[in-house]
């Protein structure tokens, strides 16, 4: 087994143990506690981090919400059972409805992911904001300034509650997209650094400790705030990728989520982006798939965790272990009544690894089996979608790298791309 061949780490429940630059921490069960169940599976829970830096976060999610994110996503995101579509107008001189279903459209899915997301982070240790752009043409330039954000709001400052964030995403979701609205995205990343530094104007103070990141999703090529809000080009482009570089510069990470095929054709801004600030660019095909994707990404750089009865020799199932976006985890391991000893191992992105070794005395019991059951059965669900829906990408890996490479060459050469010595 995979776990086993990391060996032995003694550390005692509560406490950490650090093997390869992963450190795993167990929360719960605590030492000594016994645990009692209907049938044979344990509850556990933690934390992996790759490095010594604090395990503390502060996210802003950046949500795109111009006029194009109106259009369907491709999936049923609103759970009615029925899938939007774009419906084309049978009279000359009426517009086509982007969507037949408005809950079904790629802002619904940009809300859909970022509430799923807010779930799975744990509030004593991660604070979360929420800024949303959009933009318009400026003819006066106004908007071109370096520190100008006008096409930007924020509509939630950093904060453990999350209420008041949801309030936010609830308002965006209301407002819907503004529909003649274009693509600011340097406007965007400009407002959230400035959250997230404590810059001039700031609403939120931040936290020393706190690694900070940006989570930016867009639909769309940048189009402003140099050009029109309906045209992709290249003064946007280098404006978005400096934007990022400028929060790269306060040690602020960018993970950028495309959305669709305009945002991936040519991802000169997203993979910019997400190169300058050290995060990911990850393509999403589908819109409607973000809800998946979003939540099986983890901006802590850890890649899988898995959990093993030692005294038994089994395993956990891949479906009962959840790893969430900030590097706790928490699931279910076999058990047998008695003394168990549990390894726990996280793998990390950059090839490190780490385990921790605890005990739990479990005896069946008939009191909460039922609540138990439930919560597996919930997190196995859970689980299962985020994995089959990495699967499908890893299948596409592959044809997807070679795209990007491909277009990067292509890049290099194009006239209308940046030059290497005009890199933005």
């Known amino acids: 087994m995979v776990a086993l061949a990391l060996g032995w780490l003694a550390a005692s429940a509560g406490a950490a143990a650090r093997a390869d630059g992963v450190e795993v921490r167990i929360d719960a069960p605590v030492a000594g506690e016994v645990v009692r169940n209907r049938f044979d599976m344990a509850p556990f829970s933690g934390l992996a981090r790759s490095d010594s830096r604090s395990a503390d976060f502060d996210v802003v999610l950046v949500l795109d919400v111009s006029g194009s994110t109106e259009y369907c996503s491709g999936a049923d995101v609103d759970g009615d059972g029925v899938v939007g579509r774009r419906e084309r107008a049978l009279l000359p001189g009426v517009p086509d409805v982007r969507c037949s279903d408005p809950g079904d459209s790629i802002l619904a899915a940009e809300v859909a992911a970022a509430r799923a997301l807010l779930a799975d982070l744990d509030p004593t240790r991660v604070r979360a904001g929420v800024v949303r752009f959009a933009g318009r043409a ?37 407002a819907g997209p503004d529909a003649a609205g274009g693509t600011n995205i340097a406007h965007g990343l400009r407002l959230a650094a400035r959250e997230l530094a404590g810059g001039e104007g700031a609403v939120s103070v931040p936290r020393p400790l706190a690694r900070p990141v940006i989570l930016l999703l867009t639909d769309g090529e940048p189009t402003l705030p140099h050009g029109r809000s309906d045209d992709a080009g290249r003064d946007d482009l280098r404006a978005a990728v400096d934007a990022a570089r400028a929060a790269a510069e306060r040690g602020i990470v960018i993970n950028v989520y495309g959305l669709g095929p305009a945002a991936n054709r040519r991802p000169l801004a997203p993979s910019g982006i997400s190169r300058v600030s050290h995060g990911v660019y990850v393509p999403v095909e589908r819109p409607g798939d973000i809800v998946s994707v979003f939540s099986g990404v983890s901006f802590a750089n850890i890649e899988s965790v898995v959990a093993t009865n030692l005294s038994l020799g089994r395993m956990a199932e891949i479906f009962d272990v959840q790893l969430r976006p900030d590097g706790s985890f928490r699931g279910f391991v076999p058990v047998a009544p008695g003394l168990n000893r549990v390894l726990v191992s996280a793998f990390g992105r950059d090839g490190g690894r780490g385990s921790a070794e605890f005990e739990i005395r479990f005896r069946r019991a008939g009191l909460t089996g039922d609540e138990k059951r439930a919560e597996l059965e919930q997190l196995r669900a859970r689980t299962r979608a985020i994995l089959l829906e990495q699967e499908r990408r890893r299948q596409e890996g592959f044809r997807q790298r070679e795209r990007r490479r491909a277009l990067a060459i292509e890049a290099e050469d194009s006239q209308d791309s940046p030059t290497e010595e005009n890199d933005p």
């Open 138 to 174: 400026d003819p006066g330039g106004t908007s071109r300034r370096p520190e100008s954000t006008v096409d930007a709001v924020l509509e939630q400052p950093l904060a453990h509650d999350r209420a008041p964030v949801r309030a936010a995403l609830e308002r965006i979701a209301a």
